[in-house]
T-cell receptor, first 110, second 113 residues
C-alpha cells in the first residue's frame, strides 16, 4: 500500500449526475495531485495543490471542480460529464521528489 | 513541446530473460527522471528515481540509466519473472516547470512462465 487511498474504486454515472471522488493521505505530504489516465494515452496532469492552495490547473474543463480542504484530503467534484471523460482518475501526493499514487477511481460516463 | 516517448509499446518475453525498456525525451534540460510500475487497474508505484546529475540507479534486479545529452533512459530488468508483468512508465521533470511530471505512454510487459 502506498498510503494514498481513493474512493470509490469504480463509479458509473450518467451525464446529468453529480458525483465526487475522494482522495486521502496520511503521509504528512503537503502537495497533492489529480491525474487522468485514458486508454492508450499518457497520464495527464489535471490539478496540483500545495498547502491547500491550487497551484496548477492544466486547462481542465469546468465540469471538473477540485477541492482541497486540508493537506490530507483532496476531492474532485464531477457534474454534467461527457462520455469521453470516462477514464481512470488517479490521485497522488508528493514526498520530496517522489509521487505516491492511489489505486484510482475507474469512471464510466454513460 | 516537451514530450516523453516509450518504445516498445508492448513486449512479451519468456521467464528468465534479461530485457531493456526505452524512454526518450525531447528536452535535455531535466531535473530528474522516474520509472514507475502500474498493475492493471491500479495506481503507479515508483521504482527508481534518477537525478539529472546521476548516470544510473539500481534496485534489486532493476537498473535505470540516464543519458541526458541524448535524451534517453533505459530500464534494465535482469532475470525476468512472471511477477514482473505490468506496465512500466517513464516520467520526466523538466527544469523549466514547477513540480510537474510528463509521462510516457508506457511499455506493457508480459513475462511468460
Amino acid at each position: 500500500e502506498t498510503g494514498v487511498t481513493q474512493t470509490p474504486r469504480h463509479l458509473v454515472m450518467g451525464m446529468t449526475n453529480k458525483k465526487s471522488l475522494k482522495c486521502e493521505q496520511h503521509l504528512g505530504h503537503n502537495a497533492m495531485y489529480w491525474y487522468k489516465q485514458s486508454a492508450k494515452k499518457p497520464l495527464e496532469l489535471m490539478f496540483v495543490y500545495n498547502f491547500k492552495e491550487q497551484t496548477e490547473n492544466n486547462s481542465v474543463p469546468s465540469r471538473f471542480s477540485p477541492e482541497c480542504p486540508n493537506s490530507s484530503h483532496l476531492f474532485l467534484h464531477l457534474h454534467t460529464l461527457q462520455p469521453e471523460d470516462s477514464a481512470l482518475y488517479l490521485c497522488a501526493s508528493r514526498g520530496g521528489e517522489k509521487l505516491f499514487f492511489g489505486s484510482g477511481t475507474q469512471l464510466s460516463v454513460l | 513541446k516537451q514530450e516523453v516517448t516509450q518504445i516498445p509499446a508492448a513486449l512479451s518475453v519468456p521467464e528468465g530473460e534479461n530485457l531493456v525498456l526505452n524512454c526518450s525525451f525531447t528536452d535535455s534540460a531535466i531535473y530528474n527522471l522516474q520509472w514507475f510500475r502500474q498493475d492493471p487497474g491500479k495506481g503507479l508505484t515508483s521504482l527508481l528515481l534518477i537525478q539529472s546529475s546521476q548516470r544510473e540507479q539500481t534496485s534489486g534486479r532493476l537498473n535505470a540509466s540516464l543519458d541526458k545529452s541524448s535524451g534517453r533512459s533505459t530500464l534494465y530488468i535482469a532475470a525476468s519473472q512472471p511477477g514482473d508483468s505490468a506496465t512500466y512508465l517513464c516520467a520526466v521533470r523538466f527544469l523549466d516547470s514547477s513540480y510537474k511530471l510528463i509521462f510516457g505512454s508506457g511499455t506493457r510487459l508480459l513475462v511468460r512462465p
